[in-house]
Structures are given as C-alpha cells and as structure tokens.
C-alpha cells in the first residue's frame, strides 16, 4: 500500500511539474528514430542481397546463353559432318517392291537410265550398295530405296537428270521420288519450309547437294540453316 502511494506521489509530481509533458515526445521521437533506423539498416540488408541475386542470375543467364550458343555450334556441326557422310547417298520412293525381292541396283538403274536418262549412263559400277528401308510393309506400299554411289560424280548425274524439265515429268507421271538422303535435321526443315510454301508464304522449298534452300515471293533464292531462318517468311501476306 505505502508503494502504490510512493508511485502516485512521482507521477503526480512528474505531471505538475510538466516533467513528463517534456520527455514524452523526446521519448517518443528516440524510440521512432530507432525504429526507423532499424528497418533501414534491414532494408538496405535486403536491397544489397537482392542486388547480389541479381547479379547471379545476370551469370546464370549468360552462362546459359553461352551453354546454348555452343549446343547449337555443336549441333549444326554434327549435322553437317552427318550430312557431308550421306552425299553420295539418294532416297528413290515409289519403286515398286516385288516378293521376294533380294537386290534393288537394277531398279536404281532402271530409274536412272530408263527414266532420267543419264549421261553418262550408270552402270552397276558406280552403285556401292542399295536396299529398302524398313519392314515390309502392310498396306501393300513399296519401301523407298536408299542408294549409296561409289562417287560424288555419279550421285551428282541422277541428281542433274532429275533436276531437268522432262527428268521432273517423267518422275511425277510415273509416281517416283528421288531425293537427296538428309539428316533428321534437314529433312525437318525442308518440311518446315514446304509448309509454308503450301500457305503461300514462299514460292518453292528445295534440297540441293544436302543444303535446303527456297525462294521466296520476290523470288530471292535463300540458304537456310535452322528453322528461325524462316521466321521472317511467318507472317499472312
């Protein structure tokens, strides 16, 4: 009892003299600039560590981008060294496939001698190997044949033949194809190519010597190299 009174004596005499009118907002103002300074100090924590994880993920993101520009310089080279492998090598589809059947250099001559008429004209000399591709099939289709020439010279003569005026007649009256053997990249974007040549967003998408190329409206011809080259040609007319 006597403290309670003690402590009401102080306070009393704190408030009558105008002590604790004074200090109060000196207290006050102490305790803001404290807080104030403490949350700074973490803010400035926190802009700091931000500015580091900024700063990582700038390294990140560089070292990512320079990973994917070397992937894709790798990849593009393997594609060509697997490319450059298959020059002297053609794909003829539409043969007609009998029972049986145990060697395809015949009908590759055929094609090439009876249809496109070479000159030269090949001989069984000038093809290393040939054979269907895949498992019979069926639906009663003929397998493509794929043809590997001893030469560069000789794959490069059916290749001229059926470039020609009446080489591309006879090959579309007859129903065959004979193409250049290209790596699962290339063949993808010759694709992608072509589907834009069916939109009308291109003139014509063509293979050549394992190279894809195609023409444009303006008639521009153009190599392409990966499938971002035909983003440009993306676009309705």
Same mark, same amino acid.
């Given at each position: 009892?006597?403290?309670? #009174?003690?402590?009401?004596?102080? @306070?009393?005499?704190?408030q009558q003299g105008g002590v604790l %009118?004074?200090?109060?907002?000196?207290? @006050?103002?102490?305790?803001?600039?404290?807080?104030? %300074?403490?949350?700074?100090?973490?803010?400035?924590?926190?802009?700091?560590?931000?500015?580091?994880?900024?700063?990582?993920?700038?390294? &990140?993101?560089?070292?990512?981008?320079?990973? +994917?520009?070397?992937?894709?310089?790798?990849? %593009? +080279?393997?594609?060509?060294?697997?490319?450059?492998?298959?020059?002297? #090598? @053609?794909?003829?589809?539409?043969?007609?496939?009998?029972?049986?059947?145990?060697?395809?250099? /015949?009908?590759?001559?055929?094609?090439a001698n009876d249809k496109l008429k #070479?000159?030269?004209?090949?001989?069984?000399?000038?093809?290393?190997?040939?054979?269907?591709?895949?498992?019979?099939?069926?639906?009663?289709?003929?397998?493509?044949?794929?043809?590997? $020439? #001893?030469?560069?010279?000789?794959?490069?003569?059916?290749?001229?033949? +059926?470039?020609?005026?009446?080489?591309?007649?006879?090959?579309?009256?007859?129903?065959?194809?004979?193409?250049?053997?290209?790596?699962?990249? /290339?063949?993808?974007?010759?694709k992608d190519a072509r589907s834009l040549?069916? &939109? /009308?967003?291109?003139?014509?998408?063509?293979?050549?010597?394992?190279?894809? $190329?195609?023409?444009?409206?303006?008639?521009?011809?153009?190599?392409?190299?990966?499938?971002?080259?035909?983003?440009?040609?993306?676009?309705?007319?």
């Amino acid at each position: 009892m006597a403290a309670v #009174c003690r402590q009401d004596t102080i @306070v009393n005499a704190f408030q009558q003299g105008g002590v604790l %009118a004074a200090i109060v907002p000196t207290i @006050v103002s102490a305790v803001r600039e404290a807080v104030v %300074a403490s949350i700074q100090a973490e803010l400035a924590k926190y802009h700091e560590e931000l500015h580091q994880q900024r700063e990582e993920f700038k390294d &990140l993101t560089t070292q990512y981008n320079n990973l +994917k520009d070397e992937h894709n310089t790798l990849q %593009a +080279k393997v594609n060509n060294l697997e490319q450059y492998s298959r020059r002297n #090598c @053609v794909i003829i589809s539409g043969i007609p496939e009998s029972p049986g059947e145990r060697s395809t250099d /015949n009908s590759v001559l055929s094609v090439a001698n009876d249809k496109l008429k #070479c000159d030269p004209q090949l001989t069984i000399n000038d093809i290393d190997r040939s054979h269907r591709l895949g498992k019979p099939r069926g639906d009663g289709k003929p397998r493509p044949i794929i043809a590997k $020439f #001893c030469s560069y010279r000789s794959k490069a003569t059916i290749m001229r033949a +059926k470039a020609t005026t009446s080489g591309r007649a006879v090959l579309r009256e007859s129903g065959i194809f004979v193409n250049d053997n290209l790596t699962k990249a /290339n063949m993808s974007l010759l694709k992608d190519a072509r589907s834009l040549v069916k &939109l /009308n967003l291109l003139n014509q998408a063509w293979s050549y010597d394992g190279k894809i $190329f195609i023409k444009t409206l303006k008639d521009e011809r153009r190599l392409l190299f990966a499938s971002v080259d035909l983003d440009i040609y993306r676009v309705s007319k």
